[in-house]
C-alpha cells in the first residue's frame, strides 16, 4: 500500500512564498513519476508540476512557470514544490500524487495517477 503525507499548506499574504512536501516510500523507487496537483472550490482538479524521479525531468502548468519549483531528496523520501510569488488564484487544495505513465520523456500534468495523498490547503489573502 503506497501511502503519501502532504504537509506544509497555510495562509499566507500575495506575493508570500510556502514550501509543500510529501513524504512516501514510492519517491525511492526512481522509476517513477510524482507530481502536485490543487483543486479550488467548484473547479476541477488542475496538474501543477511533476517530476520523473530518476531523471529529475520536470513539468508545470504554464501558470506557475517561473514561480513554482518542484524537487525530490530520495534519501528523505521526499517531494517538494517551493511556491513563491503567490496569488490568490493558487488558494487550493494541494494534492500529491505517484505512478503515472511518463510520454516523450515526461510525467504528465493530467490526473491519470495511482495514489493520491489526502492534500494540504493553501490560502493566499490579496
Known amino acids: 500500500q503506497v501511502q503519501l503525507l502532504e504537509s506544509g499548506g497555510g495562509s499566507v499574504q500575495a506575493g508570500g512564498s510556502l514550501r509543500l512536501s510529501c513524504v512516501g516510500s514510492?519517491?525511492?523507487?526512481?522509476?517513477?513519476?510524482m507530481g502536485w496537483f490543487r483543486q479550488a472550490p467548484g473547479k476541477e482538479r488542475e496538474g501543477v508540476a511533476t517530476?520523473?524521479?530518476?531523471?529529475?525531468?520536470?513539468n508545470y502548468a504554464d501558470s506557475v512557470k517561473g514561480r513554482f519549483t518542484i524537487s525530490r531528496d530520495i534519501a528523505k523520501s521526499t517531494v517538494y514544490l517551493q511556491m513563491n510569488s503567490l496569488k490568490a488564484e493558487d488558494t487550493a487544495m494541494y494534492y500529491c500524487?505517484?505512478?503515472?505513465?511518463?510520454?516523450?520523456?515526461?510525467?504528465?500534468?493530467?490526473?491519470?495517477?495511482?495514489?493520491w495523498g489526502q492534500g494540504t490547503q493553501v490560502t493566499v489573502s490579496s
Open positions: 517530476i520523473y524521479i530518476n531523471e529529475y525531468r520536470t
Open positions: 514510492v519517491v525511492a523507487h526512481r522509476s517513477n513519476c
Open positions: 500524487a505517484a505512478v503515472a505513465p511518463i510520454y516523450g520523456g515526461l510525467c504528465p500534468l493530467g490526473d491519470e495517477y495511482t495514489y
